[in-house]
């Protein structure tokens, strides 16, 4: 007898391999059988007509805090997701001495929109080292599995102190003790090292994050250090400003190392290189030996903008700005008022200190042309003739009026879609090709993250229902999505004991009904620890979600089973022999 059958499902087992119709087998917390089961099971589950996958694993997270505090590990495990890595863009919360935990949670608060005052509150700060955060995180049985980076902001606080600041330029001795604090953070379990070079990412206070102006000494030299230890990845965002050759030096630390280092691919109106140049100038470096790989979204990266979100056109304006420290019931009966409205829209939006980030700023508060209005019927591929401007026009209404409106439908809870990145072209055609690449990978959801702008977590999601299933411009095959979901995310990482379903490896499965796949309403939580919100949005579709051979999820709701935990470095696979 099986301690579990999963019974006449259409497997799409993660190589890439056509769907085929089988049982499978789970005996503790491993698949033992994918095939004709003929035994019973101490609990079986009636697959026919549906979708079995194996969990996903979402490589770009920020639950460094969240995973302190959190079980259920909400929204990623909404959404089948079974392993997340954190750690991403160098922020996190280890090493850490205790006079730079608010510098950290400031740091964290700017670059990712994670309240710091649910951080301050939520974290123990049971911990000053690296591994001792690992340790921490270890305590705690959760639905998914978690892994993380060692991140770059909170290693140069640790060795910097008050120096650090934007451009400080570390000794080769700070270099030494930095490489070194990676290394034993590798050796304790972290799975790599992370840092972030872009203008896009700051502290609460302005500032730049500190690995925007690392030079290419310090990051080689921590480079370095994970090939020491002999595995781990290199994970960076970064505008690639053409001076500072980012590609030449990311391809010659992994022609040293022998690692992988793996960078946010995006059309962003940061970046000096368009995405086509990214690319070509990535594959330049891995046709000359290295392992380069490129982390890929599969939508907009944007914005989803409401009155009570962190960012809507007119957060700026000096009437908004003066209700600050109104609650949201007081703000309301304002904006419902009429002369509270020709005021707002009769003034003009205060300019941000940063002047770098003006292009931006200016997209958010005027850019019409851009917005989108998130209706039920809402798709992450909206046309021109769907914008804010272009549906003001009709309406006979100015951007800003219409937007005011929308913003106030459903009691004040309306929401605007703005794609910042990766929407230049007004569709998401250049994802086709790169979506059959071996050189990239599906990422950038920022589960836990920019909880009061977007919910990219439903990834993996939106990949099943949009591009495999409704998407008219073009679709992709479910085999694809899942291996891409499943295999390619965990390989890279070096999680090679799950992804796949085959005897031997992790019980992490979905059991997916795809004619009910489909995202929810996004709505705005204030769950958080200290009142913090938080943009969420569930999924229908999701019949079972097993962990480790434990149901986590059935129908969308969560379980009392908490098998998941710790991954501590690469891992990998026992080879069973299938049997009854």
């Given at each position: 007898?099986?301690?579990?059958?999963?019974?006449?499902?259409?497997?799409?087992?993660?190589?890439?391999?056509?769907?085929?119709?089988?049982?499978?087998?789970?005996?503790?917390?491993?698949?033992?059988?994918?095939?004709?089961?003929?035994?019973?099971?101490?609990?079986?589950?009636?697959?026919a007509?549906?979708?079995?996958?194996?969990?996903?694993?979402?490589?770009?997270?920020?639950?460094?805090?969240?995973?302190?505090?959190?079980?259920?590990?909400?929204?990623s495990?909404?959404?089948?997701?079974?392993?997340?890595?954190?750690?991403?863009?160098?922020?996190?919360?280890?090493?850490?001495?205790?006079?730079?935990?608010?510098?950290?949670?400031?740091?964290?608060?700017?670059?990712?929109d994670?309240?710091?005052?649910?951080?301050?509150?939520?974290?123990?700060?049971n911990?000053?080292t690296?591994?001792e955060?690992?340790?921490?995180?270890?305590?705690?049985?959760?639905?998914?599995?978690?892994?993380?980076?060692?991140?770059?902001?909170?290693?140069r606080?640790?060795?910097?102190?008050?120096?650090?600041?934007?451009?400080?330029?570390?000794?080769?001795?700070?270099?030494?003790?930095?490489?070194?604090?990676?290394?034993?953070?590798?050796?304790?379990?972290?799975?790599?090292?992370?840092?972030?070079?872009?203008?896009?990412?700051?502290?609460?206070?302005?500032?730049?994050?500190?690995?925007?102006?690392?030079?290419?000494?310090?990051?080689?030299?921590?480079?370095r250090?994970?090939?020491?230890?002999?595995?781990?990845?290199?994970?960076?965002?970064?505008?690639?400003?053409?001076?500072?050759?980012?590609?030449?030096?990311?391809?010659?630390?992994?022609?040293?190392?022998?690692?992988?280092?793996?960078?946010?691919?995006?059309?962003?109106?940061?970046?000096?290189?368009?995405?086509?140049?990214?690319?070509?100038?990535?594959?330049?470096?891995?046709?000359?030996?290295?392992?380069?790989?490129?982390?890929?979204?599969?939508?907009?990266?944007?914005?989803?903008?409401?009155w009570?979100?962190?960012?809507?056109?007119?957060?700026?304006?000096?009437?908004?700005?003066?209700?600050?420290?109104?609650s949201w019931?007081?703000k309301?009966?304002?904006?419902?008022?009429?002369?509270?409205?020709?005021?707002?829209l009769?003034?003009?939006?205060?300019?941000p200190?940063?002047v770098?980030?003006?292009?931006?700023?200016?997209?958010?508060?005027?850019?019409?042309p851009?917005q989108?209005?998130?209706?039920?019927?809402?798709?992450?591929e909206?046309?021109?003739?769907?914008?804010?401007?272009?549906?003001?026009?009709?309406?006979?209404?100015?951007?800003?009026?219409?937007a005011?409106?929308?913003?106030?439908?459903?009691?004040?809870k309306?929401?605007?879609?703005?794609?910042?990145l990766?929407?230049?072209?007004?569709?998401?055609?250049?994802l086709?090709?790169?979506?059959?690449?071996?050189?990239?990978v599906?990422?950038?959801?920022d589960?836990?993250?920019?909880c009061?702008?977007?919910?990219?977590?439903?990834?993996?999601?939106?990949?099943?229902?949009?591009?495999?299933?409704?998407?008219?411009?073009?679709?992709?095959?479910?085999?694809?999505?899942?291996?891409?979901q499943?295999?390619?995310?965990?390989?890279?990482?070096?999680?090679?004991?799950?992804?796949?379903?085959?005897?031997?490896?992790?019980?992490?499965?979905?059991?997916?009904?795809?004619?009910?796949?489909?995202?929810?309403?996004?709505?705005?939580?204030?769950?958080?620890?200290?009142?913090?919100k938080?943009?969420?949005q569930?999924?229908?579709?999701?019949?079972?979600?097993?962990?480790?051979?434990?149901v986590?999820?059935?129908?969308?709701?969560?379980?009392?089973?908490?098998?998941?935990?710790?991954?501590?470095?690469?891992?990998?696979?026992e080879?069973l022999?299938?049997?009854?």
């Amino acid at each position: 007898m099986h301690d579990l059958v999963i019974r006449g499902g259409t497997v799409v087992d993660g190589t890439g391999g056509a769907p085929f119709v089988a049982d499978v087998a789970i005996d503790g917390d491993r698949v033992s059988l994918v095939g004709t089961v003929t035994a019973q099971g101490r609990e079986e589950i009636d697959a026919a007509g549906k979708f079995v996958t194996p969990g996903f694993v979402d490589v770009h997270t920020h639950y460094d805090g969240q995973a302190t505090w959190d079980d259920e590990m909400a929204p990623s495990s909404w959404h089948g997701i079974t392993t997340v890595v954190m750690g991403n863009c160098g922020v996190g919360f280890a090493p850490a001495r205790p006079d730079r935990h608010e510098w950290l949670i400031n740091l964290m608060e700017g670059v990712e929109d994670i309240p710091g005052t649910a951080l301050a509150e939520g974290m123990s700060w049971n911990w000053e080292t690296f591994p001792e955060y690992l340790d921490e995180l270890e305590r705690m049985p959760r639905t998914v599995d978690v892994a993380t980076h060692v991140p770059h902001g909170a290693v140069r606080a640790y060795v910097l102190g008050d120096r650090e600041k934007p451009g400080a330029v570390p000794t080769d001795d700070e270099i030494d003790q930095m490489s070194q604090i990676v290394e034993d953070g590798l050796k304790a379990g972290a799975l790599g090292f992370s840092t972030s070079r872009t203008i896009l990412h700051r502290s609460i206070d302005g500032e730049l994050v500190p690995g925007t102006t690392a030079t290419k000494e310090e990051l080689i030299g921590i480079g370095r250090a994970m090939g020491r230890v002999g595995y781990g990845v290199f994970e960076m965002a970064s505008d690639l400003n053409k001076e500072w050759d980012e590609f030449g030096w990311m391809g010659d630390l992994s022609r040293e190392t022998g690692l992988p280092v793996t960078f946010a691919a995006l059309q962003s109106i940061a970046k000096e290189q368009s995405l086509d140049e990214q690319i070509s100038n990535m594959r330049a470096e891995n046709d000359n030996g290295a392992n380069i790989v490129a982390q890929i979204a599969l939508r907009g990266n944007g914005i989803v903008m409401a009155w009570q979100g962190t960012v809507h056109p007119f957060v700026r304006h000096p009437s908004w700005m003066a209700m600050e420290d109104l609650s949201w019931d007081k703000k309301y009966a304002r904006l419902k008022d009429p002369a509270f409205k020709a005021q707002l829209l009769g003034e003009s939006a205060e300019m941000p200190e940063q002047v770098d980030i003006v292009p931006v700023f200016m997209i958010i508060t005027q850019g019409w042309p851009v917005q989108f209005e998130m209706d039920l019927d809402f798709n992450y591929e909206p046309q021109a003739d769907e914008s804010i401007a272009s549906r003001a026009a009709a309406a006979g209404k100015s951007g800003a009026e219409y937007a005011y409106d929308l913003m106030m439908a459903d009691d004040g809870k309306g929401f605007i879609y703005l794609p910042l990145l990766n929407y230049m072209d007004g569709n998401l055609d250049f994802l086709e090709t790169l979506q059959q690449a071996d050189d990239t990978v599906n990422s950038l959801s920022d589960g836990g993250a920019h909880c009061g702008t977007i919910c990219d977590a439903a990834s993996p999601t939106f990949m099943l229902e949009y591009w495999v299933k409704n998407r008219e411009r073009g679709t992709i095959s479910i085999e694809n999505a899942i291996k891409r979901q499943c295999l390619d995310t965990s390989r890279l990482y070096g999680l090679n004991d799950r992804g796949v379903l085959k005897p031997g490896y992790l019980a992490d499965v979905n059991v997916i009904d795809m004619e009910r796949i489909k995202l929810g309403k996004p709505w705005l939580a204030f769950d958080l620890p200290a009142g913090g919100k938080r943009l969420l949005q569930k999924a229908d579709g999701y019949d079972y979600t097993i962990k480790s051979g434990q149901v986590t999820f059935k129908g969308g709701v969560v379980t009392d089973k908490r098998p998941g935990g710790l991954i501590r470095g690469p891992q990998m696979v026992e080879m069973l022999e299938a049997a009854e």
